[in-house]
């Protein structure tokens, strides 16, 4: 189901004469020439656009993108509706009405779509910051429409999202024989006092807020991502998929406030890379490690300190950016653009400053992304891998050997930096990035063209003056100031004889390195998540 499908049935059930669309305004049925808003908050440029393409035909998707005025039909479940859409230099807005129905009254006595009706929320607080459609939920005050496309299904999957935000969990797991499953603190954690999930109660509730693009995607290719927001609460990455007891889905909180650079302990050296003009800048690291956290926040600094026109190509788009001293342009795979090759290709003709790529998954788009930053621009993307030397050799190894050679001096060239990092448990709860830092200087471009990546480490290493970091230090920095367990932080090094050199070095307790010593007592850190005694599943 289309996201729109929910206010066209409004429209029907209510017996109005149009449903008006535009952005930053609430949607509004015209009772004859009466508005009635039907949602508290108001669509921006962005979402509405990304709505009317939800439903657009191909001809009609591509006026849309062009800004043009177009015309077209639409059929769902409720009816075939005739949608006018005008031009967005005149202001983005649409009228949809019932294919026949008979217009009783003149187009001049039409209800214009109108800021008139300030709803249970102020002008300032009905401006939405996400991407995705307003909630259906009406201000009953205004008009009889109630929810449309609500179910018990919808609701009941909302309140779990509800949960597992009022627990403080990062993610929600759903799985067939189990009862929903959280991860607090990077540990796993059942829910107590729930009941497991069956397998089609768990296909109906994921279906009842997927979108209908994800519906045929899922159905074909047994997974799909897109992301749902809960007006009041949050906004959501959700994955569903496919495994041998049935449907699985999970959910991730994305922060609805974007996070700065200072509130991340962002290193001076790292922010450096905001004010570049042209070259590659990966973050890079494990799922679930805040690679997509950073990367919002070097945008954020760039939106605050620069005047530029930034692109970015997400699957889905999680955080969103209101234009500050910017003009960013947030495009969705599988929504505004086919995938991340297409619009990285499309996006060198848009007038683009800096380009952010979520993920560089295949070898055309890793090459793209090279060749971006060698024509004059600043490319952010991401990659998952744990150190920035191995960042280098995936790179390389996707493409054929006859081509290496030529990558390895593109490479040295373009790269400007790659920033590794992971998550560790805080103590007393809570989790702390430790990142690795690479820098291009000539000697890394050295190395890289020569195809000497494994010498990389050490040069970190003796670069720390220039803001250089291995993710030893970065982890034996975090253990010095008391904010994670030595035992955590040696989990977390790639190197791990090395750590452990450096934890005997500073007289620490190492017994965990002995898996067959007798490990010391230790209370329980405070502040952990009661989660009534529950055991912890999948820990990792």
Do not use: W
């Not at 062009?66 to 077209?72: H, L, R």
């Not at 003009?277 to 760039?302: A, Q």
């Not at 993307?381 to 030529?406: K, M, V």
């Not at 001096?409 to 430790?434: D, H």
């Amino acid at each position: 189901m289309a996201q729109l499908d929910r206010f066209l049935a409004a429209l029907v059930s209510h017996r109005a004469s149009a449903l008006m669309l535009g952005s930053d305004v609430p949607a509004q049925l015209d009772m004859h020439g009466t508005p009635r808003a039907i949602t508290k908050t108001a669509f921006n440029e962005t979402q509405l656009l990304g709505l009317l393409q939800e439903l657009a035909p191909g001809n009609a998707r591509m006026a849309l993108e062009g800004g043009a005025a177009t015309d077209f039909a639409y059929t769902s479940d409720d009816g075939t509706f005739e949608i006018h859409v005008t031009a967005r230099a005149e202001g983005l807005r649409a009228t949809a009405r019932v294919q026949g129905a008979s217009q009783s009254a003149a187009p001049e006595k039409s209800a214009p779509v109108t800021e008139a009706a300030p709803l249970a929320h102020d002008a300032a607080t009905a401006a939405p910051t996400r991407t995705s459609a307003p909630s259906a939920h009406v201000d009953e005050s205004h008009t009889e429409v109630g929810m449309p496309g609500a179910s018990p299904e919808r609701d009941r999957i909302e309140g779990m999202l509800r949960m597992m935000v009022q627990r403080g969990s990062s993610d929600l797991h759903l799985r067939v024989g189990e009862p929903p499953i959280v991860r607090v603190d990077g540990e796993m954690v059942r829910i107590p006092d729930t009941a497991v999930l069956q397998a089609r109660e768990l296909e109906a509730l994921v279906k009842s807020i997927m979108p209908e693009r994800n519906r045929g995607e899922f159905d074909n290719s047994s997974d799909t991502d897109f992301a749902h927001d809960i007006p009041g609460t949050g906004r959501f990455r959700c994955n569903v998929m496919r495994e041998h007891k049935g449907t699985a889905a999970v959910f991730r909180i994305i922060p609805a406030k974007v996070v700065s650079v200072e509130q991340l302990g962002i290193s001076e050296e790292v922010q450096k890379l905001c004010y570049l003009t042209r070259g590659l800048v990966l973050v890079t690291g494990p799922t679930g490690s805040g690679k997509s956290t950073t990367l919002c926040s070097l945008i954020d600094l760039i939106n605050r300190k620069r005047s530029e026109h930034v692109i970015t190509i997400e699957d889905p788009i999680e955080f969103v950016h209101e234009n500050k001293q910017c003009i960013i342009t947030q495009r969705q795979v599988g929504v505004h653009t086919g995938s991340f090759k297409t619009a990285l290709r499309a996006a060198l003709r848009e007038d683009p400053d800096i380009v952010l790529v979520g993920e560089l998954r295949d070898l055309e788009t890793v090459s793209i992304a090279i060749e971006t930053a060698e024509t004059g621009h600043l490319v952010f993307a991401t990659l998952h891998t744990t150190s920035a030397a191995g960042t280098i050799d995936r790179l390389i190894d996707q493409f054929p050997p006859d081509r290496q050679e030529q990558v390895r001096a593109m490479l040295s060239e373009s790269l400007r930096g790659v920033i590794s990092q992971t998550l560790c448990k805080k103590v007393g709860g809570g989790r702390v990035a430790a990142r690795e830092v690479l820098l291009s200087i000539p000697s890394i471009a050295n190395l890289i063209r020569e195809g000497k990546t494994f010498q990389i480490a050490s040069v970190i290493q003796t670069s720390k003056r220039l803001g250089m970091v291995t993710l030893n230090d970065a982890l034996i920095d975090l253990v010095d100031a008391g904010q994670v367990e030595a035992k955590e932080a040696y989990m977390k090094a790639n190197d791990k004889t090395g750590f452990a050199h450096m934890l005997r070095n500073r007289g620490m307790e190492v017994s965990f390195l002995d898996p067959t010593a007798e490990p010391p007592a230790v209370a329980a850190p405070p502040g952990k998540p009661d989660l009534a005694g529950k055991a912890k599943v999948g820990a990792r």
